[in-house]
């Protein structure tokens, strides 16, 4: 047994059980996992295009401009910032399950009180709090996804469920502020489009009660004999399932046990592996600009082709619908092709595409069928982005960091959406006319993503096919 400097204790130990647990073959148990804890995503691309669909709506309301609106959607995610360092430090040292528990909660709750807000003021606030509980999900249930999916089906299955669970959470969005602002009266259909998420909420927690806690976590804090139980039942599970009686041999490796302590865990990150934690920071930063921001910048460019607030909802399914088909083939090619390579093609061309969808609305070669055209091939590759995100940086971090190197990319990568949701409309506003300003606003975005393109190669490991052990040794 070793030290460090901050009275860690550091030892390795020899042990069959996360071999067991990786040469476990895929199955319904997995795909429960998948699901349940991926309702992090969904309600987060639920919250953030919900708020951009209602956008206009709540203006009227509340009788503020447009772009005083948007500082809902800012205040959203600067909580979401917050929420993802703190809780993703304590999963870290609390445990995946007891945090993924609690951030559901919070969310739900800020939710319900962001459908009965009785001001702009109040609904800002519970905004923010809102955020806090989704940026909380992230460490603790990116990691939780990590430490159960086998090695060779993680890049396929997290990136792909992850993205689907974003991006249809961002299509259930548009659908359903569409219809409730359309069909229900002003002053509640937008409440009734909170309301959704926190019953959602309720759901999903009631569902994670039954997925146990990650073996790879109980072991790191020394908890051998938790871990045992927690993975043999998965794995009589897993036979039983599958219907089978013998699973392949597992051969015991070596496994590094060190917990450090609160906040040095956060610490850590950046002193034990800063080109990491700096490319996964970049990585975070460049998607949620694009991301958040386009939903403050797309109602904007509809309007100004005349198309009624009420409506604009719906125009933007088909963007956010083909967003989701990325998320079929980006993780699929992670798998196949490697992480790296398809994290640059997804940053740069949708920085690119993103470019050119400006130049020509600024040429006026842009119709409103074009518009929405490019906007959906754009964010085919955004979206793509945030896909590929998610299965690259928790898995180069060891189990002992894992949880907080997530939540320190997320919050330090959502200032990203925080400054972007500041700076565009700041360019709509001083820059005229319209298509001019676009031009700008979407060549800062392309500059962005090409950055985001060149931090996917800088993030140093390939994570195809290996272990986590392979990729994240405690050093």
Do not use: C
Not at 38 to 56: K, P, Q
Not at 104 to 132: D, E, K, Q
Not at 444 to 455: F, K, N, P, Y
Request: aromatic share 12%.
């Amino acid at each position: 047994m070793t030290g460090d400097s901050d009275g860690t204790s550091i030892k390795t130990v020899k042990t069959d059980l996360l071999a067991r647990l990786d040469r476990l073959p895929f199955s319904p148990f997995h795909r429960k996992v998948l699901l349940v804890l991926t309702a992090a995503y969904f309600l987060d691309g639920l919250e953030s295009t919900l708020y951009g669909g209602v956008l206009a709506v709540v203006a009227k309301v509340f009788k503020i401009t447009s772009i005083e609106s948007t500082l809902g959607l800012v205040l959203f995610l600067v909580g979401a910032a917050i929420g993802a360092e703190l809780f993703g430090v304590l999963a870290d040292v609390l445990g995946r399950k007891r945090l993924f528990m609690t951030t559901i909660l919070i969310y739900g709750l800020f939710t319900a009180l962001s459908a009965v807000s009785f001001s702009f003021i109040s609904l800002t606030v519970f905004r923010f709090l809102t955020g806090v509980g989704i940026g909380g999900e992230y460490g603790a249930v990116n990691s939780a996804l990590q430490e159960f999916v086998p090695p060779k089906e993680r890049g396929k299955w997290l990136g792909f469920i992850v993205g689907v669970g974003w991006d249809v959470g961002t299509v259930i969005a548009s659908l359903l502020s569409y219809f409730a602002i359309s069909r229900l009266p002003i002053s509640i259909g937008w409440r009734v489009a909170f309301l959704l998420g926190a019953i959602l909420a309720v759901f999903v927690w009631f569902i994670r009660r039954s997925i146990p806690e990650s073996p790879r976590w109980l072991l790191s804090k020394g908890r051998y004999n938790e871990a045992e139980q927690v993975v043999r039942s998965v794995e009589d599970l897993v036979k039983n399932q599958l219907g089978i009686t013998e699973l392949p041999q597992a051969q015991p490796e070596d496994v590094v046990i060190a917990s450090p302590r609160g906040w040095t865990v956060a610490k850590k990150v950046f002193t034990l592996y800063p080109r990491r934690a700096i490319s996964a920071v970049i990585l975070n930063f460049s998607e949620t600009w694009p991301y958040y921001t386009a939903f403050t910048l797309i109602p904007v460019f509809l309007t100004s082709l005349h198309v009624p607030a009420t409506v604009i909802p719906l125009y933007l399914v088909p963007v956010t619908a083909l967003g989701a088909v990325g998320a079929f083939v980006i993780p699929y090619l992670a798998d196949k092709v490697g992480r790296r390579p398809m994290a640059v093609v997804a940053y740069a061309v949708g920085g690119l595409l993103g470019l050119l969808m400006a130049y020509l609305y600024y040429i006026k070669a842009l119709n409103l069928a074009g518009l929405i055209g490019m906007l959906a091939l754009t964010y085919f590759f955004v979206y793509a982005a945030a896909d590929i995100l998610y299965v690259m940086i928790p898995e180069v971090f060891p189990t002992q960091l894992r949880a907080a190197a997530v939540g320190t990319a997320v919050s330090l990568g959502r200032l990203g959406g925080i400054i972007g949701a500041f700076v565009m409309p700041y360019i709509l506003v001083s820059f005229k006319p319209l298509p001019y300003a676009a031009l700008i606003a979407f060549t800062l975005m392309a500059v962005i993503m090409i950055i985001g393109a060149i931090a996917g190669v800088l993030i140093g490991v390939e994570g195809k096919g290996k272990s986590l052990e392979e990729l994240s040794t405690y050093k």
